[in-house]
């Protein structure tokens, strides 16, 4: 598992992060730890950059947790800027500068992984590439990695690399479902109102790319969450199986992500330490779920049987 660190910081605006904010902080990446989860998960616009400002400030004050962790950051998505909300920006200036300014607010001379935030549909692969090269020779990178990218996005990127891409970030849970859906629905109407790009399942296994899943706890929708009452059925089923087997909804629901032969690695984006806690039984659920349970879930959720 990941903990993801977009929920560290305070607010979304300018205003400064406070010291109750690294305390939070403090709390959620401990809890994170004390659960053997290793691997950080950042991006340069969270919380404006307090997300990275606050984790920085995490390991000033522990500092033998640096030697203990792993961090990834992404790049690519400019926020309030040049009279936009936002917009996508892969330039080679820009990954050179977000980077730089992503080491600063963590104190770190170097991250394990860069991750493409989204497509720029104005990307030139070759300029990517050559921003990556120039990071990874400068000891600041260690590998790259994309986000919310497709199997040809990913395909093209890559032949410009001179080093296989690790990891692809997507949205990826029990209620979002396309990832899933798409493979299965192939040739079928049901197919047609999907968003996930067929196939990217399949090139990240083919490829050893890394499927890290985020808003994999669904935002809390079977684990206590106002939800819809089209979620009901896999709600009780979901706290229902927790029950038997003695664990929590939140570890349920991470485990039929971890399930799925593809090595999906969950990113929990709650700051909650109870919540963060209450994932640590995920990974001996998922060793544990059977296919006819991995099915019930499914069709829970999905509302209605397989084709």
């Known amino acids: 598992m990941i903990y993801g660190c977009m929920g560290l910081g305070g607010t979304w605006d300018d205003a400064p992060f406070t010291g109750a904010d690294v305390e939070a902080a403090e709390r959620a990446v401990h ?3 004390e659960i053997g989860i290793d691997w950080f998960d950042h991006a340069d616009i969270y919380r ?8 920085g400030e995490v390991l000033r004050r522990d500092p033998a947790l640096a030697g203990r962790v792993k961090i990834q950051t992404k790049c690519g998505i400019r926020l309030g800027e040049s009279g936009l909300q936002a917009y996508y920006d892969l330039s ?3 990954i050179l500068e977000r980077v730089d300014a992503s080491l600063r607010r963590l104190g770190v001379a170097r991250v394990d992984v860069l991750l493409l935030h989204r497509p720029d549909p104005l990307l030139d692969p070759a300029e990517v590439a050559d921003a990556y090269g120039e990071l990874r020779d400068a000891g600041k990178v260690g590998a790259l990695g994309v986000s919310n990218m497709s199997a040809g996005q990913m395909s093209l990127l890559q032949r410009h690399l001179d080093e296989p891409l ?5 949205e990826m849970s029990l209620h979002r479902r396309d990832w899933v859906e798409s493979g299965v629905l192939v040739n079928h109407p049901e197919g047609s109102g999907l968003s996930f790009p067929e196939g990217t399942i399949e090139y990240c296994r083919a490829n050893n790319v890394r499927i890290q899943a985020w808003g994999s706890l669904a935002q809390g929708i ?3 969450a106002p939800r819809a009452a089209s979620d009901e059925a896999a709600y009780e089923l979901v706290n229902a199986m927790a029950a038997e087997k003695g664990t929590t909804a ?6 039929w992500l971890m399930r799925h032969p593809a090595g999906i690695e969950p990113v929990l984006g709650t700051s909650n330490p109870d919540r963060i806690r209450a994932c640590a039984d995920a990974e001996a659920q998922a060793a544990a ?7 019930r879930l ?8 397989v084709p």
Do not use: D
Not at 250 to 255: G, Q
Not at 298 to 304: F, I, P, Q, S, Y
């Open 31 to 33: 809890a994170a730890v």
């Open 48 to 55: 404006v950059g307090k997300a990275e400002q606050v984790f």
């Open 92 to 94: 080679k200036p820009a």
């Open 166 to 170: 690790v990891a692809n970030q997507l």
């Open 222 to 224: 079977y684990s206590g």
């Open 250 to 255: 939140e570890a349920i629901v991470l485990a």
């Open 289 to 295: 779920m059977t296919t006819v349970e991995w099915y």
């Open 298 to 305: 499914w069709t829970a959720a999905r509302g209605h049987a």
